[in-house]
């Protein structure tokens, strides 16, 4: 998968980033060949199968007919590049970052096709999957190597304060009592003002999911309401704020999938946008996923 990934997030309090990713990364695609088949032939007993809502506790849910897992091909080669430039800013402080390098895949995928009790009697031939793209990584579990770091800017880093921990008159201090203990700190501090940050990767979308769900729910009188009435107005509210991701032909991949010959290209393009008393989020997506019939495995 090759994808650039924008987003911007403003929770108006003070703090707000931006960033974009230029990523490419090995994806793999985990079904069950029977499933797809079953589909073709009794699309009707899939209902409550492939909707795959998102849940606003734990992020997307896994499920439904196929899914991209995180991790690639888990193979030594196979690692994700990423081209990024991030900016964020707490407390009126900005911190930017200009940085490309390769990490260990995190991108996951999540196909479902939103209100498909009523889209599947239109035929199969317009039915589409939506896609969500998610992959957050965190340098202290996720290894990154050949990190080139562009640019890094801070007020920390801006006015000097890195390459001096302490102050001066301390530092002559400590030089006069151990003049070893002075220059390891000497050394240390140089070491943390030149190195490289690793890379980390944060693609979704949807932060204030949960608050403004909340607030709907209040807004229509349900917050008392039986699980059934939540589930129903939950499942129409989540279609309408992820209506704009990027979407697919299904049976065109289901197709290819139950009969690999060649390789597989879709356009992935779509993008989001949140607005509400919580905070202000948007976000784009524009790339291609890319699957190779030749390289299809079975699980153990």
Sequence with gaps: MEL???????????????????????????????????????????????ENQYDAFSGYSGGGLMDIPQGGYQEEESWMWVDEHLKWWENGELTEVKAHGEIYPVLAGYFSIPDYSAKYKAGL???????????????????????VVEHVSNKFNQNGAGSNRIDEETMKILEQADPDAAAELKKASGILQNASPDLSVNIGCGSFYGQDLTSALMDNKLGEA???????????????????????????????????????????????????????????????????????????
């Design 125 to 147: 031939d317009q039915l589409q999957f939506r896609i969500a793209i998610d992959g957050s990584s965190d340098p202290d579990f996720h290894p990154t190597r050949n990190v």
């Design 4 to 50: 650039i990934f924008t987003s911007s997030i403003d929770d108006k309090n003070g703090n707000k980033s931006e960033g974009t990713y230029h990523v490419k990364s090995p994806v793999s695609l985990a079904f069950n060949l029977n499933d797809l088949k079953f589909f073709k032939a009794d699309p009707k007993a899939f209902i409550g199968y492939v």
């Design 226 to 300: 039986d699980k059934a009435k939540k589930d129903a107005f939950e499942g129409r509210f989540e279609q309408e704020y992820f209506k704009n991701l990027p979407h697919i032909d299904a049976m065109k991949l289901i197709n290819y999938l139950i009969k690999p010959e060649g390789n597989y290209e879709t356009p992935i393009v779509g993008s989001f946008s949140s607005e509400s008393e919580w905070g202000s989020e948007k976000a784009s997506c524009n790339g291609t996923l890319r699957f190779y019939g030749k390289r299809v495995q079975k699980s153990k």
